[in-house]
């Protein structure tokens, strides 16, 4: 598993670190009006996903604005947002933030995302930051599991992984 910290502590990771070449893990998470989403929802596309703690903290808030604000220079991404926000909160911080370019959805059911890409931190029942892409292929192409979930993710990594993606 990812050796990860959360504001210096040592955490406890669930489920499977996802590696490059790996097939994506299917996950079953809500959209914004409660409706299931999974990965087989955007199949044939390449889809950054971009993990965060929570959308009401300040690295997860510049995190999600700037993934949307790179949207327009990934015009064949899907870009998604998962948290463990309700879809609710997760729907009026979207509305508070002007974001339109990302999708944002929920892991608080059940931690399908959270555990089908060991991003789901046991002691506080959130998920850690990370980034992965994956391409129309289902394939993982890039993976980031921030070695401290309070910092900000490699953005011109996982850009440049989007843009090479197919």
Known sequence: MANVTFKGNQIT???????????????????????????DNTKGNVRLISVVPSLDTGVCDAQTRRF??????????????????????????????GIENVQTLSDHRDLSFGEAYGVAI????????AVFVVDSSDTVTYVEYVPE??????????????????
Do not use: M
């Not at 953005?155 to 992984?161: G, T």
């Open 13 to 39: 990771l669930l489920g499977n670190e996802v590696k490059v070449g790996e097939k994506a893990p299917n996950f079953t998470v809500l959209a914004n009006d409660l409706s299931e989403v999974t990965l």
């Open 68 to 97: 949307n604000e790179e949207a327009a220079s990934l015009p064949n991404v899907k870009i998604l947002t998962v948290s463990v926000d309700l879809p609710f909160a997760q729907k009026r911080w979207c509305g508070a933030a």
């Open 122 to 129: 046991q002691e506080l029942r959130l998920l850690t930051r």
């Open 149 to 166: 979930a309070t910092d900000h993710p490699n953005y011109e990594a996982a850009i440049a992984a989007a843009k090479d993606a197919k």
